[in-house]
Every structure is written in structure tokens, then in C-alpha cells.
């Protein structure tokens, strides 16, 4: 070929590359050599909506095996300087990179990071580490990818390679991992964002348009003249007619024998006081917390409990005394139980959580670290110092009332404990001294059940393959019995690991598990004797609230310490996936989440709840836990189900400060979607608008022998609890011949009797038909409660209270006794209350409160694929969490009310007052008809 023809050609190169972007993308997947070694820990990533290209190059190096690299070739269009960016793991013992034949070097991970940190605050440091983002399945931090700028390189135009490898760790094992690099000329201002190349936008997902949303006033509630406001219907002062007591049937009563419900809170504005430690009280301190209250009564809130801790908290390395106590929350109690009386609140105390208090040098107690979790039920040394903890809060003079708590009827609960259990997997942790005392107490126990400790032996598994299954010793010379890992207890040992088909493993899990209840049940009753006898406490007693390792094979033994007391409590919540760095108490960008509608899934409401027989049932610690978008739909199913059931208290959690929560709190339930739905519900549950059942739809009674034994009970508290999978031993006398889906805890009461007779089980006469898995349908006992969990619709239908809640929008019109909803959002809650006691159809004041969804304005989030126990789910994924103030859909909603009297429609603000003047009603035959405002929670329809 002549010169002449090569030159158009070469003239079309140099145009091209001249054309070419000032930037090249590559795949570490793309090697043409490497050598990749899996692990299952560090193998679980998102790869669909994380990874550039769907894959990465990594590799898992144990010691001895040779070390992951990956050989990638590029081509660059210019010769020039050229900047390296890689997208690598940060979670990694260290990689290295080599250009070409080049010299090798060092991808400095935890130097740069370092770096990073220490010049934070320097805005003219040159960072090394971008956009971290978590890609994890889990949402934890075994993978944290980040782009990583490293240094300018001079290439050639051409074809290049790079090659990456593992730097092994100290210990000699290797981990490390890349997604993708980039190369970017020193004149393109490349900015990393994920997964993401220049020019390409981040797919993200609208869980609400902001164009059709209005935003939430701040305005400060200043008490004026509202229709809505509760506080008519609290005492004037909490406990003026005595002490709360409980009547035969189980349900709370006031000092002078009048039926009372709680509308109940965990409440932290206690602590406004005491920011600074304990002292005088300012004036504004005394009205924050006093407005709080009367802010809370509004409404409709008349219990609030408090969650303290009264041991001494360490002060820098200085351990407290043994003597000592957190004056801080002591002070924090007796104000939360002197403020809150004035605005007709009764208080709950739980003062003590023994697995979140460290064991401390100073207190002597006989072994080394730790914590408590598990102690006070049986440890000496820590109930003497728990006695004296609640000695001082009973008995020392309130200074803010001027008489003990023991005297006040303002406190209606004393909460022994918080969340421990000796059937949970925290009683693992205990060790030493303490676990010594405990195998002594069981060795004592069953040479007292069986006669001698050589007949207890003979009748157990001795020898196991594993050190980790029996902790302590079986040493008949100590009179010690050793205890089995708290997972030999569960359905999981049972039918996977066949652990109780060894005829000693079962005898001695019988053995266990019955002194391990009788040794809570003990403590329960001496601590109630202490109390009551000792210390002259006149106020009920919850003894826990805690779950075990197994709902099913377990939570009637819990259950049972507890009736050493009179009232019954479990904490439980209602949530999607949420994972991510500190999750338990942050929602922050990278996080990953699912929503999830309670009315999709029935079988984990919380509000399902097996209630012994004649003692009160309280839900201690509740909420629909953000980021879980599906929220509005909370307080009228807890309303209506706590009314239908005769679960007595559910406490939501929790609030703080003086009203409302910030948008990015992670455990509130005072934000529009929750506590903004309170005034309808609030009054339709104490005022007893929906009707409770008068039989259950399912009672069981269980000898102790059943439970000791871990026969299967009839109905548990679990999601997962299956009747067909599950099916076991039952006793052979019960009426009852399968076990029962835990769908009826939706449509009745279920209650058990603990140490009865199984031949009284019994389940309702129309349970079958009230219950229909095949539709996903369900219809309460006193037929005014259905739930369509197929739609997620759940509607209440009663002469003074009457609602739907959930994915409206699948039903355009749902036709009520006296209500017509007609509804376009996709999710909502609409309730209809009177506001003077009557049936709606006559009511001349009438509430529509209505409720859809918020979220902190600039919330950007984007899909996220979530692995959940194995099973890999659609979820989304936090860019942006935003910032106040919340934005909540706009209402597309009507409500026709077939009541004759109902003429005029007024707008409330927030704050439940009047936003100008009142609108006539159209009429539409005999129904009032209401287009209700898009950007307001509360209407009040009323008469002329």
C-alpha cells in the first residue's frame, strides 16, 4: 500500500482518538489471568445493582495457598498523563498493583483512610478515599467498596495492562477484592459515584413525588381550644382515685374499681433536666418537660414508661462504686413520675437491663469482665446490689413530690427487668464464679428431683463430640450438673441437628429447662415479697418482657416465671430489613432496607399475643420502625386489635425532647405517620368504640410436665411457626388435636392457662371459617375487624368507629356500615371517629383523620438487592437521607357519611386547630360527602 493510501487512514486514527473520551472504564473481571479463591465470608455481595459490570475480581488466600492476582488489559487512546483510579474493597489485608512491566506497588488502604481522617476537617488536604459504599448483601461492612485515587502514570497510546494482587495479612492469609478501574486524563475532572460511569445518571427509585407532597409545620403546639384534644378524657391528676389494680378478668382498673385503658409511650423528655447531671432545675427545663406532657395528653396518651438504667455508670476510666447508683436516672425517674401526674399520665418504671451493664472491678463480685446479662436471678452478690438500687427509688423521698414512689399511685407498673432471660442465647456469656453457682443450683435441683445426683447422671448424655454443647462440669464430688448451649432448645436442634432424638440429651433438656424457669419464677416471687413486704411497693409487677431461643418450644416457660407476678409483658416490634454501620440506632446513607406493610403479613403483627388467663397483657416496647415507609397504618391496627383481643397496653417507642422527633431518628414513634395518627385510634381504644370478644378464638391450657418437656403447644407467638412443618408430640387428652396457624391470633383473643389441663383446650366453633389462607383473608370473631392481607387492606367496621388502612388504591370504593372511602393513593389510612360518643350514622361531631406517607425532604434512594437469611430480596439502598421537615403524600381521598346532621367541614392544622372558616358539605343523597384537603391530617365534620 503507497504512502498516499496510508495517510487518510492514519489521519482517521489520530481523529479518533482525538474524538475518544478523556477517560477509560475497566472490569477487573475482565482479566485474561487470574486466580480467584472463594470464601463464604467474604463472598456475599450485591452484584446486580452494586458491581459495575455484575462481577469482581477477588480472591480469599488461606495460608499456604498462592495468592490471588488478575492480569487486565486496557487500551488508552492518547499518549499522556493519565490518572488510576480503583474501585477496590476496603475491607482487605492489602493489595498491590504493577503497570506493564513496571515496578510493583502498594495499594496503601488503611494508610490512606488514615490519612483521610486525620486531615478531615482540612479543605485543602488532597484526599486519597471516595465514595465508600456499602455493598454487602447483609448491608454490614464486610464490603466497603470505595474508588481510590492513586497516582498519575505517563502512558503510551496503545494497549496496557495492569495487574493486581493480594498482600497477605500477619496471620498469612489474604483477602482482597476490585471491581473495577479507571484510567482519566489529567485535564477530565473524573468524580467517583459508585458503580456509575461519567456521563451515566444513578438509577434511583421516587418513593414519593416531592410535587405531590406538602411539607410538616414545626409550629410549637400552643394549646389552644382543639376538638381534638384528649386530655378530657385523663384523670386530673393520675392516681387521685388510688392505686391501679386489675379486676378478675385480667384487665387493669383504677383505685376505684373503674375499667381504665392505657394509651401508652416510652418517654425520654425526663431526661431534659439532667443533660448535665443532677442539680437545680431551671424554670425552662420544668416547663419543657411540663409541655411535653401536656403535649403527649393532647394526644390521647395517659401511660408513659420510663427506660432507665440505675447502675452507676463509669466516669471516664474510673470505676463506680458498689454502693453507688446513676443519680442521673434515679432523679430522671422520680421527675418523669412527678411531671407527668399532673396531666392525668400513669408511669411504668424499668429501671434495670442487666445485658447492657458492664460488670465493673470496683463491685466485687467475684469474677472478672462480663456483663450481668442473665444474674439477677440467681447470683448473690448482683442481687444485693439490684436490691439496694431499687431500695433507693421506692423508698428515699421523691423531691419533686415530696412522698417515695412506693406511696404514689401515679406509678401503676414496676417492671422487674428488661430483657434478660436464662432462655435466651445472652445466658451463653455467663462464665466463671457465676456460671459455677448456677451448675451448683442445677445439681442441687435435680438431686432433689431425682433422689441423688448418680441417678440424675444416670439418666443423662455424659459425653459430648463438641466442647462448645455443655458448659461447666458434671462432677458429682462439686455437686455440679452441666448446662447445655441454649440452642439445644430449639426446633432447629430438634429437626435439623436431630439432637433430641438421645433419649440423655432429652432427659437432661427437661431437667434445664424446668429449673431454668423455676429459677426466674423464684426471683420474680422473692423480689415481689421484697418489694412489697420489705420495702411497702403497692404497684403492680411485670416481671419481664423478653423473648427465648425459640418461640415455640420455649416461651411458655418464660411465660410461666412471669405469673409469679401480676401482669404478663413481651417486647416486640414490627420492621422490614435494615442493615448497615450502626443500625441499631442510626439510619444513615449506604444503609439498606426493605418496607414492609404490617397488613401483608398478619402472622408478625405485634400485637399477636398468647395472654395467660386473669393477669393483664402489655406490650412494653413496640413501633413500626423506620425507614419502613409503611407506617400510617400502626396506630389503628394496634387500636382496633388491642380492642378486639383484650391486650391491655401497648407502649410505642420512643419519644423524646419537647414534640416532635427529628426525620432521622431511628427509634421515634412521635413523627406524622405514628404519633400523628394517635387522636382517632387513641380515643376509639379507650373509649371501647370497636368491641372486644367475648370468647377467644383459641384457649389452650398446658400442664407444666408438657412445657418442661417441650411438647409442641398448640399456637406461639412466631411468624415462622408452621402447623403442617411443626407438627410433633401434643398431649393426647386435648380437644384440640392439631396445632393452630398463628392467623387466629388476628381474628380473637387467644389465651392460655399455664399448669392446666389440656382436656380444655378448645378453639372458637367458627375459627376455620374466620380464617381462609387460600384468600388471604380474615374476619374477626365479632365480625366488625377484616383483613384482605392478599391487597394489604384492613378495614374496621363498627357502629362508632369505622376505617381502612393499607394499599387503597386496589379497591376504589370500600363501603361501610355508614362510610363510603374512596380512595386513589396507593397507601393510606383513613379512620372516622364521633367525637361525641354517638354511632356515626347520628353523630353531630365527627373526626376523619388520615394518614399516607412521609419522608425527610431530599430522601434519595436506589434499588438494592438484600440477602435475608439466605434468600436474596429486592430492597432499596440510602443515598441521600435527607432533612427535615418531613414531606407527607398528598391525601387523594373522599369520605361519605350516610348521617343526616352532618352539614359542614372544618380544617385542622397539625396542632389540631382550625385552618379557617368551615366549608359547606355536598350532599349526595342521605351521605355527607367530604373531599378531604390533601395537606391536612385531621377534618371535623359537624352539624349546622
Not at 474493597?89 to 515496578?103: E, K, P, V
Not at 381502612?804 to 374512596?822: H, M, N, Y
Request: glycine share 8%.
Amino acid at each position: 500500500m503507497t504512502l498516499r493510501a496510508l495517510l487518510p487512514l492514519a489521519l482517521a486514527a489520530i481523529a479518533a482518538a482525538g474524538d475518544a473520551p478523556g477517560w477509560v472504564w475497566v472490569e477487573a473481571e475482565s482479566a485474561t489471568d487470574k486466580r480467584e479463591q472463594k470464601n463464604d465470608w467474604y463472598e456475599p455481595v450485591d452484584r446486580a445493582t452494586s458491581l459495575s459490570g455484575g462481577e469482581w475480581w477477588r480472591s480469599f488466600d488461606e495460608i499456604g495457598t498462592a495468592s490471588g492476582h488478575a492480569v487486565v488489559p486496557f487500551t488508552v487512546p492518547r499518549a499522556g498523563k493519565w490518572r488510576l483510579w480503583i474501585r477496590a474493597n476496603l475491607s482487605a489485608t492489602g493489595a498491590t498493583w504493577q503497570l506493564d512491566d513496571g515496578a510493583v506497588q502498594e495499594l496503601p488502604l488503611s494508610t490512606w483512610q488514615d490519612e483521610d481522617r486525620k486531615h478531615e476537617n482540612d479543605i485543602a488536604w488532597n484526599r486519597r478515599v471516595f465514595d465508600r459504599s456499602i455493598v454487602s448483601h447483609d448491608g454490614s461492612n464486610r464490603h466497603t467498596l470505595a474508588w481510590l485515587r492513586c497516582d498519575e502514570l505517563e502512558l503510551t497510546a496503545g494497549a496496557h495492562r495492569l495487574r493486581l494482587m493480594v498482600k497477605p495479612g500477619k496471620d498469612g492469609k489474604g483477602f482482597a477484592a476490585v471491581d473495577c478501574f479507571v484510567l482519566a486524563e489529567t485535564a477530565f475532572d473524573f468524580r467517583p459515584r459508585m458503580a456509575v460511569k461519567p456521563g451515566d445518571k444513578v438509577q434511583t427509585v421516587s418513593e414519593m413525588d416531592p410535587a405531590k407532597a406538602w411539607p410538616f409545620p414545626v409550629t410549637r403546639d400552643a394549646f389552644g381550644d382543639s376538638p381534638i384534644d384528649l386530655r378530657r378524657l385523663n384523670e386530673k391528676t393520675a392516681g387521685e382515685h388510688g392505686f391501679i389494680g386489675r379486676n378478675p378478668a385480667g384487665a387493669f382498673v383504677r383505685g376505684d374499681g373503674q375499667p381504665i385503658r392505657f394509651w401508652a409511650g416510652s418517654e425520654y423528655a425526663w431526661r431534659i433536666p439532667f443533660d448535665d447531671g443532677v442539680g437545680a432545675i431551671t424554670e425552662s427545663d420544668r416547663r419543657a418537660v411540663a409541655h411535653k406532657a401536656r403535649w403527649l395528653a393532647k394526644r390521647g396518651i395517659n401511660m408513659v414508661r420510663f427506660h432507665g438504667h440505675l447502675p452507676p455508670m463509669r466516669k471516664g476510666n474510673e470505676s463506680p462504686p458498689k454502693d453507688g447508683i446513676n443519680e442521673v436516672d434515679l432523679h430522671g425517674a422520680w421527675y418523669m413520675v412527678a411531671a407527668f401526674k399532673l396531666e392525668g399520665i400513669y408511669s411504668t418504671l424499668s429501671p434495670y437491663w442487666g445485658s447492657h451493664t458492664d460488670n465493673e472491678k470496683t463491685w466485687n463480685l467475684g469474677f472478672d469482665g462480663g456483663n450481668l446479662s442473665g444474674l439477677v436471678f440467681f447470683y448473690e452478690p448482683v442481687q444485693q446490689m439490684y436490691r439496694a438500687w431499687l431500695k433507693r427509688l421506692y423508698t428515699d423521698t421523691n423531691p419533686y413530690t415530696g412522698i417515695p414512689l412506693k406511696d404514689d399511685p401515679a406509678l401503676a407498673i414496676i417492671q422487674l427487668q428488661n430483657e434478660d432471660s436464662l432462655l435466651f442465647y445472652t445466658v451463653g456469656s455467663i462464665t466463671g464464679e457465676p456460671l459455677r453457682v448456677m451448675t451448683r443450683k442445677f445439681g442441687d435441683f435435680v438431686a432433689k428431683k431425682h433422689g441423688s445426683l448418680e441417678k440424675a447422671f444416670a439418666r443423662y448424655t455424659l459425653t459430648y463430640e463438641s466442647g462448645w454443647d455443655l458448659r461447666g462440669k458434671d462432677d458429682l464430688a462439686a455437686g455440679t450438673v452441666a448446662v447445655l448451649q441454649p440452642w439445644f432448645m430449639t426446633l432447629d436442634a430438634r429437626n435439623r441437628a436431630h439432637k433430641w432424638e438421645d433419649a440423655g440429651t432429652r432427659n437432661r433438656l427437661d431437667d434445664q429447662l424446668e429449673f431454668t424457669a423455676r429459677l426466674m419464677y423464684d426471683f420474680n416471687a422473692a423480689t415481689a415479697t421484697y418489694l412489697r413486704e420489705e420495702l411497702g411497693c403497692r404497684q403492680l409487677i411485670n416481671a419481664g418482657n423478653w423473648r427465648t431461643v425459640d418461640a415455640v418450644t420455649c416461651d411458655d416457660a418464660e411465660r410461666w416465671s412471669y405469673t409469679a407476678n401480676e401482669v404478663i409483658g413481651r417486647n416486640v416490634y414490627f420492621n422490614g430489613i435494615h442493615r448497615g454501620i450502626n443500625e441499631g440506632w442510626q439510619i444513615l446513607p449506604q444503609h439498606v432496607y426493605t418496607n414492609r406493610s404490617a397488613l401483608h403479613h398478619p402472622r408478625s403483627w405485634p400485637t399477636n399475643a398468647k395472654q395467660p388467663v386473669g393477669q393483664p397483657f402489655i406490650i412494653p416496647e413496640s413501633l413500626w420502625v423506620p425507614p419502613n415507609l409503611y407506617q400510617s397504618e400502626s396506630a389503628l391496627l394496634v387500636a382496633a386489635q388491642l380492642s378486639l383481643t383484650g391486650v391491655d397496653t401497648f407502649y410505642w417507642f420512643a419519644s423524646g425532647g419537647e414534640e416532635w422527633a427529628d426525620v432521622d431518628n431511628k427509634w421515634p414513634f412521635n413523627v406524622p405517620m405514628q404519633l400523628g395518627m394517635f387522636p382517632a385510634t387513641a380515643l376509639a381504644f379507650r373509649e371501647g368504640f370497636i368491641t372486644e370478644a367475648k370468647e377467644p378464638a383459641l384457649h389452650e391450657e398446658r400442664s407444666l410436665e408438657d412445657i418442661w418437656s417441650q411438647r409442641l403447644p398448640l399456637i406461639a407467638e412466631s411468624e415462622a411457626y408452621d402447623p403442617n412443618r411443626d407438627s410433633g408430640p401434643m398431649p393426647t387428652e386435648s380437644t384440640v388435636k392439631t396445632t393452630q396457624d398463628p392467623l387466629a391470633f388476628c381474628v380473637g383473643p387467644v389465651t392460655v392457662k399455664l399448669g392446666g389441663e389440656a382436656k380444655n383446650n378448645r378453639a372458637h366453633p367458627k375459627l376455620a371459617e374466620l380464617i381462609d389462607p387460600a384468600k388471604k383473608q380474615l374476619t374477626s370473631v365479632t365480625g366488625e375487624i377484616a383483613t384482605d392481607f392478599g391487597l394489604g387492606i384492613y378495614t374496621v367496621n363498627a357502629p362508632r368507629c369505622q376505617a381502612a388502612a393499607g394499599f387503597l388504591a386496589k379497591r376504589p370504593e370500600i363501603a361501610l356500615s355508614d362510610v363510603t372511602i374512596r380512595c386513589t393513593n396507593d397507601y393510606a389510612t383513613i379512620v372516622v371517629v364521633p367525637l361525641d360518643g354517638q354511632p356515626l350514622a347520628s353523630s353531630k361531631r365527627v373526626l376523619v383523620q388520615v394518614g399516607t406517607t412521609a419522608r425527610a425532604s431530599g430522601w434519595v434512594v436506589r434499588p438494592r438487592a438484600i440477602d435475608h437469611d439466605g434468600t436474596v430480596v429486592d430492597g432499596l439502598q440510602i443515598l441521600r437521607k435527607g432533612s427535615a421537615p418531613w414531606l407527607i403524600a398528598n391525601t387523594a381521598a373522599s369520605v361519605a357519611i350516610r348521617n343526616p346532621a352532618l352539614a359542614r367541614a372544618t380544617v385542622l392544622d397539625h396542632n389540631g386547630m382550625p385552618r379557617g372558616a368551615a366549608m359547606p358539605l355536598r350532599r349526595d343523597g342521605a351521605a355527607a360527602v367530604c373531599e378531604l384537603p390533601a395537606d391536612a391530617l385531621y377534618t371535623i365534620l359537624s352539624a349546622e
